[in-house]
């Protein structure tokens, strides 16, 4: 599943398309996540584009799982202000007590 997701992110798309279409995709995608695709994710995704990283970041709010809390942690770390700007919106759809007691130093 991580190469579709992959191979998703990489895809040349217009802002339109992405926001209509991608992210939809995206999130199905991410639905079908086992902990090792997780794990490979985790492990590419501060190595991808800014483009990547933007568009993964918009979708990471699908099950507010620890493994999306994670992932979008560590792309806050990431001089990009607008990847910043994304990953604090989709952080507030976190809302579960387990999600706010999360340790982020």
């Known amino acids: 599943m991580y190469k579709e997701l992959d191979n998703l ?3 040349d798309t217009t802002v339109d ?6 992210c939809v995709i995206a999130s199905e995608i991410l639905s ?3 902990p090792r695709d997780w794990d490979e994710l985790s492990n590419q995704v501060l190595s ?3 483009d990547w990283q933007r568009k993964l970041a918009y979708c990471l709010d699908n099950e507010c799982n620890v493994y999306e809390l994670n992932i979008l942690m560590s792309l806050l770390g990431i001089k990009d202000e607008e990847l910043f700007e994304i990953c604090i919106d989709t952080l507030r759809s976190y809302t579960d007590q387990d999600s706010k007691k999360k ?3």
């Open 9 to 11: 992110l990489s895809a």
């Open 103 to 105: 340790d982020i130093g």
């Open 17 to 22: 398309s992405w926001y209509d279409d991608g």
């Open 32 to 34: 079908d996540f086992d």
């Open 48 to 50: 991808k584009p800014i």
